[in-house]
């Protein structure tokens, strides 16, 4: 009687000690990282309740960490790389590709050697734009891989609010191209192949802020 | 006399499990051929109306159908053509209601006489757009700010045609030329992205 208790105890505490296993196992997720921008460092950390973190891992090439569920955040960091903080769940397995862009500065010096040509390729691409509309100088966004700006009316009064439009570039294969044609606004829904951070840097640009209208020939 | 009973029993009994099992079958049919769909209504004023869905020609009245992006047209002459295109679901209103505004005289005159069809139709689009309004209420926090209105623009939303599962909105916007912007800008006051929404500016005027 002794002995069969004891089996039955033995088993109840083995099963027990098996679920918990199966439990705190299945509670962890391989994360591969990888990164599509030169000389990055990553440091993910953990995000616990309130203000508490701890550093999970840092890496400066493609690398798989294995993450219990929670809530993490990674910072990337660089020459010419933009400060970011990404936020990301764990809660299954998945991929991140690190790619925090580069600062406005270094943007900003790419693009003093393309402005010219992106400018004259907008102009090109539609015989009304060059007519009725002033091309802003834009911006480059990521690793100076998209450009946008936006167009003016040339018939808008100085004080008045006016509608622009943004124009949105890719730089595939060493070549410009434009995307679509101009828009008042580029929304996620009619773009879901456009990262969220893209569209969301080219809806903000501002003409207001922006600078002279290239056309009309640029202080630089 | 009790033999012609009993034949007239097991004749009965027969009967009774042919006329089961077809029903059954019947009922399995209908099942199976329904299974997935959604029963729309389709209505239109003038009902002779030529409509077509997704170019299968169709009459007013009630149809089963997958849900999926349909090309809805209604056209006769003499009125202006209806087109539209949209997701039909299961989460909206299950109904298609078009009204052909009338251009010519004659069909004016006909519009006139059939004013109530008319009225019908116009009772069927607001509660359809009441009841899908309500629905997409729970989904888009936006709309309780909705409609936005002042002397130069108008925000509203309907259900976005192209969202598969009919949960979220499309914006719309009618302001006067030049202040289309300042309607973007208001969505960002009001602490929503406009970027997050579907946009259709009213009779803008395709400039590229």
């Known amino acids: 009687m002794k002995k069969t208790a004891l089996y039955v105890y033995g088993a109840i505490i083995i099963s027990l000690l098996l679920l918990f296993a199966f439990i705190r196992i299945s509670s962890f997720h391989k994360i591969a990282f990888t990164i599509s921008q030169p000389n990055l460092k990553v440091e993910v950390f953990r995000q616990f309740e309130g203000t508490k973190t701890e550093k999970v891992g840092e890496f400066t090439q493609a690398t798989d960490l294995t993450l219990e569920n929670g809530s993490y955040y990674y910072i990337a960091s660089g020459e010419n790389a933009a400060v970011k903080v990404t936020k990301f769940e764990v809660d299954r397995a998945q991929k991140i590709d690190v790619q925090p862009g580069f600062d406005q500065e270094y943007l900003a010096s790419l693009l003093k050697s393309e402005q010219e040509a992106l400018t004259a390729m907008i102009a090109k691409s539609n015989p009304r734009i060059d007519v009725y509309f002033n091309i802003n100088n834009g911006k480059l966004f990521g690793i100076g891989d998209w450009y946008g700006t936006t167009l003016t009316s040339k018939q808008a009064e100085p004080n008045q609010p006016s509608d622009f439009y943004r124009v949105l570039m890719k730089k595939e294969g060493g070549q410009w191209k434009l995307l679509g044609k101009p828009k008042l606004i580029w929304s996620v829904p009619d773009h879901p192949e456009i990262p969220r951070d893209i569209l969301s840097q080219l809806n903000k640009l501002d003409p207001t802020f922006v600078t002279t209208p290239a056309s009309a020939g640029s202080p630089d | ?208």
């Open chain 2, 1 to 208: 006399m009790f033999e012609s009973l009993q034949e007239y029993k097991r004749l009965l009994i027969i009967f009774g499990i042919l006329f089961t099992l077809l029903l059954g079958g019947y009922g399995i049919f209908m099942a199976v051929t329904r299974a997935g769909k959604i029963e729309y209504t389709v209505n239109a004023v003038p009902s002779d109306a030529t409509i077509t869905l997704n170019g299968t020609k169709i009459q007013p009245g009630k149809y089963f159908l997958e849900p999926g992006y349909y090309t809805i047209t209604a056209a006769k002459q003499g009125y202006t053509t209806h087109n539209e295109a949209r997701y039909l679901t299961a989460t909206l209103r299950p109904e298609i209601n078009i009204s052909l505004p009338p251009v010519s005289d004659e069909a004016k005159r006909w519009a006139k006489d059939n004013k109530t069809a008319y009225d019908d139709v116009a009772k069927l689009i607001s509660t359809k757009t009441t009841v899908d309004k309500n629905r997409l209420a729970a989904n888009n926090p936006i709309t309780k700010k909705l409609p936005f209105q002042n002397y130069l623009y108008r925000i509203d939303y309907e259900p976005d045609p192209k969202d598969p599962k009919g949960e979220k909105i499309q914006l719309n916007i009618d302001a006067v030329t030049g202040q289309r912007t300042s309607a973007l800008y208001i969505i960002r006051q009001l602490g929503y992205d406009p970027m997050d929404y579907r946009i259709n500016f009213v009779d803008l005027t395709e400039l590229f």
